[in-house]
């Protein structure tokens, strides 16, 4: 009981640190999730938080929310999923109710814009180094690197809603492993065939 109370306590803690030390929305986790979850502790594969993260884009609700909800629930289960998103919020929850007061304030001051516009090119910077990392892991042909380039067209030259971009891909993908499955099991038929004879 001790061990596991100990267990809830460092998956809180852990992504109270996430919470805290992002800034820029769910994606903006992904660096910080990284180097906690998989680097840190080993908790889980780089293809585990890409696959936590496509599902956690495709499903409702807030990114960030979700894949925590995943990787608790992944952990400890029901409740680890509970403690792990309570712990992803807990930060922004209580930063935003001490500065509700101060945040419509935030224009008047030219160094406070200065500081959030500094923080978006980190942002930006951590992002493109996890996107880097993270192709290498998923673009594995030639087809996906055209199924990348096309759905970055459709979302940012033609502005596609990225959830049709979603479906679009979750529909091919499982179009593609049906094909697949088929074609091995019909070679797998042809090849007893020919034992048979």
């Known amino acids: 009981m001790k061990n596991k109370l100990k267990e809830f306590l ?12 992002t800034f820029g929305g769910g994606l903006a986790m992904m660096p910080i999730m990284q180097r906690e979850l998989i680097e840190k502790r080993g908790w889980l594969t780089e293809e585990e938080l890409i696959d936590y993260f496509a599902i956690g884009q495709s499903t409702p609700g807030i990114i960030a929310v979700n894949v925590s909800t995943f990787v608790g629930y992944k952990r400890l289960g ?3 999923g509970i403690i792990g998103t309570v712990g992803v919020v807990t930060p922004s929850w209580v930063i935003i109710m001490l500065l509700a ?3 419509s304030s935030v224009d ?3 160094l406070a814009q200065k500081a959030l516009k500094g923080i978006n090119v980190a942002v930006a910077a951590l992002l493109t180094s996890v996107i880097v990392k993270f ?6 042909n030639i087809w996906n690197a055209l199924f990348m380039l096309l759905a970055f067209a459709l979302i940012y030259f033609l ?6 971009i979603i479906i679009a891909a979750l529909v091919i993908g499982c179009l593609l492993t049906l094909y697949r499955q088929k074609k091995n099991a019909r070679a ?9 004879e």
């Open 10 to 21: 460092e998956l809180y803690l852990a992504f109270v640190k996430i919470g805290a030390f």
């Open 78 to 80: 029901v409740l680890g």
């Open 101 to 103: 007061g101060a945040i």
């Open 108 to 110: 008047k001051y030219p």
């Open 135 to 140: 192709s290498k892991k998923t673009i594995k």
């Open 159 to 164: 502005k596609v809603q990225s959830v049709w």
């Open 188 to 196: 797998i038929s042809d090849a007893a065939s020919k034992e048979a």
